[in-house]
RNA sequence: UGACCCAUGGUGUAACGGUAGCACUACAGAUUUUGGUUCUGUCUGUUAAGGUUCGAAUCCUUAUGGGUCAACCA
């Protein structure tokens, strides 16, 4: 049962602590705020929060930081808890920082009767400029020497309406020269008259991240507050908040955040993508979103699995996407049924063959015993894949070429013996003969071949669209350069094959079924399926030796 | 002209003063009724310079490189 799998940095300062007696049990949270759709970077610290507390004891809340009225969205709310719970995980609370509105506004209350914050009258601008640069030390502003009766005044004032969005606002009165930017008298409320989607118009004073993130962790009585490396210099104001509050002191612990080429991971992008119309919703299969891989036809243990793989560390990395793909290929060789479609159709006629069908058995899924069979119809009118087929093949080409026989799967080896072109010169068929003697499982015609094929019989086959996908940008690192980062949007990113030739058994398949298209990839049946046209996602190709092999010439 | 964080093959991540390992990728081969899978093998790395030590990826110093910080966002 003993993982062999070294700790990271922050397991072996749980284990610390545990070994210590400082914690009995841990307990950790994951904070999204709910103004977008989760992307696999936040799978990344789900993975991390949930998994620390399966590994050691504790629990897990699921907190949202709704602080900010006026970006977030009950519907973000839903597809978040959604995702958490598709990942296959499950909170103990699930929480909300507007929860703690009312504790919050009291431990602003507390600060002013300390001294240790004041009522800013100052305008945004004004604050900006004396606050000062990471290189030049700020000012005090003149409001800062305020007496506490008028700073609770005014605060109380503030909250009751009295004053319109912007006009004042409560900031911390720690130190203006703060080599910390954070720590020049951030900004723990401002005044919003906007409706909250879980408060409504209660209020009309919100508070900041620094003021209402650590407050909420130490109402939790999180252990361990894990939050990504841009967020290390707040860790000082987390602090301080937290000693003077003299409330439980939670501690806050960063990580890297993961970064994925040819991505994006930035709800913000992602946003932008959504409503410019660059891509179908937050949910399209090329987005890095977890609805968008979902619909895309990754699974979570695939995900789960990638996040393990890619681990927690503190240093910058952009990690290749190929370790995704591999992660969702390896699970999905182990569960997808087999079937064959055929892309672009070329047609097979069997001179030799009778017409009447046949039903041939066909494994569906070599790799899993328990997947049993199905049967698909053979008969002398057959679709192959253009692709395998040439004319004038090249050396080591071992498929279908005037005179040159092939295995189709789980069938007949068949000799291409005449090659059908219409007037411009289009190969439009191949007259072929078949081998009786040869049949898959009963082979005695003493045949050897190098190649198999997938096929479909014409008459059965049910015409189905394939949604071909390609990574959304065509460079690694679309905002490492000044560039905007959609100049680098891949055009060729989708790919429609509006009628390809699928296996009769393929009119069966359900939502949650997991397809592996022979020689081609692994698929799963779209949303946007009608009984009349099944929609198949291209979740990822299979490896290709001979693609490789043809471009290195 | 500041503070803070970081630095191991192409990528990600281990080694906690004692043989630089694992995975992905790439390459070569074996097997194969999927040019898939599986199996075998190969290539490639401690940013640099000093110091401490019998011994340094690891500790110290400096340099270099990358990142973060001046939203009434989180």
New binding site residues.
Partial sequence: MTEER????LE?IIEQDLQSGKHQQIVTRFPP?PNGYLHIGHASSICLNFGLTQRYPGYTNLRF?D??PT?EETEYVDSIKQDVRWLGFEWKHERYASDYFDTLFNYACKLIDRGLAYVDD???EE??AQ?G???QPGVDSPYRSRTIEENRDLFLRMKAGEFP?????LRAKIDMTH????MRDP?LY???HAHHHRTGDKWCI?P??DF??GQSDSIENITHSICT??????RELYDWLIKKLEIYPSHQYEF?RRNINYTVTSKRKLLQLVQEGHVNGWDDPRMSTISGLRRRGYTPESIREFCS????????????V??LE?CV??HL?KIAL?RMVVADPLLITLTNHSGEVEWLNSEN???SETAGNRQIPFSNQLFVERSDFMEVPPK????LAPGQMV?L??AYIIRCEEVIKDDRGEVIELKCTYFPE????S?TSGLSVK????WVSRAQAVPVELRLYDRLFSVEDPTDSEADFKSFLNPESLQVVKSAYAEPALAEATLTDRF?F??QGYFVLDKDSTPEKLVFNKTVG?????A??VK?G
């Fill in positions: 070294s700790l990271n940095f072996e705020e930081d602080t900010n970006t100052l305008t945004p604050i900006a606050k640069t990471p290189t969005d912007g006009a004042r606002t080599l910390n930017m954070l900004i401002r005044i919003k919100y900041m991240y209402a993130h490396l841009e967020f290390v210099p707040h890297a793989r890619i681990g927690v560390a503190k240093r910058e990395n952009l990690v290749d190929g370790l591999f290929r390896e060789n087999r899924n070599p790799e080591k080409f071992f498929r295995r799967k789980s040869s049949k898959s499982g082979d190649g198999t094929l997938h592996q022979l020689r299979l490896k290709d030796a001979w490789k092999e290195k």
